[in-house]
């Protein structure tokens, strides 16, 4: 048996489990169910210390904190909203600054931003770039750089 994450054990109540993600993902009755199943899953491929929960009602992902979830909302596509966890961070007037050469970020507000994809293949196709973006957003939630270069 692996040794447990760190960190992650401060989150361990019933629904911040992979068991809840799930039992919530057998029971979800949405039109691109399976486009959230293989965007789950190349999240959590990521990083190794990537866990998993249900927060805000949707599949939700963390290290030390929450930093992703599903947009279940939107009945077409495959989306997944960015944020810094629930806990508020003092950010500089800018936001927050991530290299997104491919334009997947929606910024909706100074630290949270959208991704969304047409469909898997969308997905698929633009994995690479997505899991770039994943790994910047990580370093910045587990206390990374979070200043944005003023133009």
Known sequence: MPPPKAKSLQHATPADTTRAVDDFMAALDHPCKGGIEALRKLVLGVDPVIAEGIKWNAPSFRT????????????????????????????????????????????????????GFADLDELEARSAAFRAVLRQWIALVQGGPVSRPEP
């Open 64 to 115: 030390t904190e929450y930093f992703a979830t599903t947009n279940l909302r939107a009945k077409a596509g495959i989306g997944v909203i960015l944020h810094l966890g629930a806990r508020s961070r003092d950010l500089p007037p800018g936001g927050v600054a991530i290299e997104d050469p491919d334009g997947l970020l929606r910024w909706l507000g100074k630290d949270r931003a959208m991704v």
